[in-house]
Each structure stands twice: as C-alpha cells, then as structure tokens.
C-alpha cells in the first residue's frame, strides 16, 4: 500500500492535462471552483483515475468528492 503522499503525487500527475489554467494543486484544491471543470472533464479525469489505481469510483462517491484531497483520501480507502 502507497502512503498518502504517493497518491496525492500520483493524482497530481493524472490532473496535469487537465490543469489548463496551471492552478497550484493542494488538498483543498477543487476541481469545480478552482480548476474550472465541467462534468465531462470529471467524467474523463476519473476515468483516468480509475484506469491508474485500477480501482471503480461509484457515482455516489463522485457526488460527494470536490477536492483533491477528498480524492486521494477515497483512492487511499478504495486500494486498501
């Protein structure tokens, strides 16, 4: 199991792409609000997760994760 700092490093890297702006990436980093996503660049950016960690991220835990913290705290749950 990677600690949290791996994940975080790791998802940092999977949101570059995504980053158009160059928005500095923190755990309360959101992706509404600061990073300016709709929900098809979300669609596309956890299916990205996904395919990273190997993992499923339901629709419900979607709804309720809004920042990049919040995602490296669910990867962590859902890869132990």
């Not at 959101?30 to 339901?58: C, N, P, Q, R």
């Amino acid at each position: 199991m990677s600690d949290r700092a791996e994940v975080f490093e790791t998802v940092k890297a999977q949101i570059e792409p995504f980053n158009k702006k160059g928005v500095a990436l923190t755990d309360g980093t959101t992706f509404a609000g600061d990073l300016e996503w709709d929900s098809l660049t979300v669609m596309d950016f956890v299916a990205a997760i996904e395919d990273e960690f190997d993992i499923l991220i339901t629709m419900n835990m979607q709804a309720e994760i809004e920042t990049v913290g919040q995602l490296v705290d669910a990867v962590q749950k859902l890869k132990a």
